[in-house]
């Protein structure tokens, strides 16, 4: 099993599956979960989702706690930058949790809550991008399990998180509008499992929303993020100090 690591903590993107299984339902309940929507048919199949994203663009995620707007500069990281934009065009983030909140580090989402579009972006890396940004804070960047492994998890820096420069992490866009928000996800769970008593992704990808549900019910999640315009169509965010 891969695990995506940083030096202060694991940054987990897509773990392939090694033990447990789903629980069954039992016999003879009156009552059925809800049934989930199928996925959509894109999802299933990472190789047709390859557009070029546009030089910038804009996403704004709406979540349990309110919404916050990424800003997406291509120049920075192009294959981050071009995978992303592929995963929000054809809402792969809809309904995910944050499912690994560190305050002072990190928040962490993008396993799938359908363990079947899970298991289809597993093992659909693309290779790095040089770093040409830092993970200063409100920066977002791809986890990786080691070179040339990320596939759909990224993080947000909840601090200046320089020291992960050198290890090759490499953001591609940054928050501009509602930090404040970001900083409300809820973070009681501590680091994931195996390290912390956190939620274990390797069961988030097999179990899917449910698992997240029955034993991390406080977490918060993602309801849509969608692309709200390009370069061409938004008003330029506050500058940032350096």
Avoid: C
Avoid at 23 to 35: I, L, N, W
């Amino acid at each position: 099993m891969k695990v995506r690591v940083l030096v202060l903590a694991v940054l987990v993107v897509a773990l392939p599956s090694a033990t447990g299984q789903a629980q069954s339902q039992p016999k003879g309940t009156a009552h059925r979960a809800p049934s989930r929507p199928a996925p959509r048919a894109s999802l299933l199949n990472p190789s047709s989702l390859k557009a070029r994203a546009p030089d910038t663009y804009q996403v704004k995620f709406t979540t349990t706690q309110g919404a916050f707007v990424v800003k997406v500069t291509r120049d920075w990281a192009p294959l981050g930058a071009d995978r992303f934009y592929n995963l929000v065009k054809n809402h792969f983030y809809d309904g995910a949790s944050f499912f690994r909140v560190l305050p002072g580090f990190v928040v962490q989402f993008g396993i799938s809550s359908n363990p079947r579009i899970a298991a289809a972006w597993s093992h659909a890396t693309i290779p790095d991008d040089p770093v040409r940004q830092s993970n200063r804070r409100g920066t977002v960047t791809f986890a990786t399990a080691g070179p040339n492994t990320r596939t759909t998890q990224v993080f947000i820096n909840l601090a200046d998180n320089t020291g992960l420069d050198r290890q090759g992490f490499a953001p591609f866009g940054e928050v501009v509008e509602g930090m404040e928000v970001v900083e409300k996800f809820y973070s009681g769970y501590g680091e994931g499992a195996p390290q912390g008593n956190g939620p274990s992704q390797e069961l988030i990808e097999k179990q899917g929303k449910a698992y997240l549900e029955r034993e991390f019910p406080k977490l918060d999640s993602i309801q849509t993020a969608v692309i709200v315009g390009t370069a061409s169509k938004l008003t330029p965010p506050t500058t940032r100090p350096q």
